[in-house]
């Protein structure tokens, strides 16, 4: 079945750069769209940003200029680099596909 881990969020500094990992198991992952959600406390969960299986990315236009998604088929991951980082990105952030989702893992912009 599909199974999909997360890693690479924790606490930084307005400003500051995370990258997001995303391992992806259970399925043929290069044939398959890939997207990052995240859900703020109190909030809904919504979509950051996606990949297409042929590499074609949108984005909120929050993030947009400061986020980018990338894929590696070769390694199964799906990665989300985030530059310029805000308190408002704070979130816990979520890997998905087609309905599966990972564990989700802690972001944190705070000084």
């Known amino acids: 079945q599909v199974h999909l881990v997360e890693s690479g969020g924790g606490l930084v500094q307005p400003g500051g750069s995370l990258r997001l990992s995303c391992a992806a198991s259970?399925?043929?992952?290069?044939?398959?769209?890939m997207s990052w959600y995240r859900q703020a406390p109190g909030k809904e969960r919504e979509l950051v940003a996606s990949?297409?299986?042929?590499?074609?990315?949108s984005y909120v236009d929050s993030v947009k200029g400061r986020f980018t998604i990338s894929r590696d088929n070769f390694k199964n991951t799906v990665y989300l680099q985030m530059n310029s980082l805000k308190p408002e990105d704070t979130a816990v952030y979520y890997c998905?596909?087609?309905?599966?989702w990972g564990q989700g893992t802690q972001v944190t912009v705070s000084s």
């Open positions: 259970g399925f043929t992952f290069r044939l398959y769209a």
């Open positions: 998905e596909r087609g309905g599966s």
């Open positions: 990949i297409s299986s042929a590499g074609y990315t």
